[in-house]
């Protein structure tokens, strides 16, 4: 089903890149306190986790975006909201973006849902009464839907929330070559060519540096990058396999998806259609809101950051 959010901007964030760069650039990084916890995977590389430290009547699962981590202003906010609301909570690091390399010369992907499942697995073995939430936010919105879609190992989800949804990832890269999107696409180059480069005295790569330094669009990274050392055959196939919006038709367990139709990120026909949404599934669509934006009512400098209570409304419902 799709529904018309009731997010409604601030008056003085109207647009899309407003909405997107003001909780970047602005928002206060705070967090509850939170113990760090190490899980080893079959491969030999390894995981971490940020736990905060408070009991809860259910426990929710945070992936954080692309190259994301605790600095990014949406994981503190979440984890905050989610303490207050009564919640447990752990937020989980792709490889590679908890402070430190992981151990291969590959990370993390858009679609790679295998180390999700394995987190979720080992959750659920600790404590199978325990019910269990996963919320996502952009890049990690879009591997849990894809691992939602899947469905191996994604039963002791009770409910699931994805922010901000790359839903068709070649038209995400196209929408980030255009008009001002590109600081993003810049931004978020530069982030992934900093972990590229602490990798180089450890592993053998498939880039040079030179040639790492000319790769100025994702599409250009992602074939030469991220295909090759995640083991596609190329950017298309790469974006072919990863993209979420193809499982969701598959997707049972209920699930909120919340979606700004101005995202400078994703262009508005890859949104999907009502027709695409599997059993339970929700699609709330907002005008504005920009790219895990979502900035309400409030002055400059304390503002209302919408997205923490419309998800922990809906854990309320589901949990």
């Known amino acids: 089903m799709i529904a018309e959010s009731a997010f409604r901007p601030a008056w003085w964030l109207p647009g899309p890149h407003l909405q997107t760069l003001y909780p970047s650039l602005c928002r206060r990084r705070r967090h509850p306190e939170l113990t760090r916890e190490r899980l080893e995977l079959p491969d030999g590389d390894f995981l971490d986790l940020d736990w905060t430290r408070n009991d ?18 949406y994981t503190g906010g979440i984890l905050e909201a989610l ?3 009564g919640y447990r909570a752990v937020l989980m690091y792709f490889r590679g973006c908890s402070g430190e390399p992981n151990r291969r010369a590959r990370s993390y992907h858009s679609g790679e ?11 659920a073995e600790r ?11 952009s890049l990690g919105g879009n591997v849990l839907l894809k691992a939602l879609g899947e469905g191996a190992g994604m039963g002791p989800v009770r409910t699931a929330v994805a922010v901000s949804v790359p839903f068709e990832l070649d038209r995400a890269a196209w929408r980030l070559e255009q008009g001002f999107s590109r600081i993003y696409q810049r931004y978020l180059l530069n982030k ?12 053998t790569m498939p880039v040079s540096l030179t040639r790492l330094d000319a790769l100025d669009t994702f599409r250009q990274f992602d074939n030469e990058v991220t295909a090759p050392l995640h083991g596609f055959r190329g950017v298309d196939d ?3 396999r990863s993209s979420s919006r193809q499982y969701l038709s598959a997707i049972t367990t209920p699930t909120l998806i919340l979606h700004a139709a101005d ?3 994703v262009p508005e026909d890859a949104i999907p259609t009502d027709s695409e949404l599997g059993p339970g599934m929700t699609l709330e669509l907002s005008r504005r809101g920009g790219h895990v934006g979502f900035v309400a009512d409030g002055l400059p400098f304390r503002a ?3 997205l923490e209570g419309r998800i922990c409304a809906h854990l309320r419902e589901h949990l």
């Open 238 to 240: 790469y974006y072919g």
């Open 113 to 123: 849902t295998v180390d999700l499942r394995f987190v979720i697995a080992r959750l």
């Open 263 to 265: 995202d400078p990120f």
């Open 304 to 306: 209302r950051y919408w």
């Open 83 to 85: 303490v207050a609301a």
């Open 56 to 73: 809860g009547s259910a426990l929710v699962l945070v992936l954080h975006g692309l190259e994301g981590s605790l600095e990014s202003h």
């Open 192 to 203: 992934l060519r900093r972990s590229y480069r602490a990798k180089l005295p450890a592993h």
């Open 127 to 137: 404590d199978a009464s325990t019910s269990l939430a996963v919320i996502g936010y």
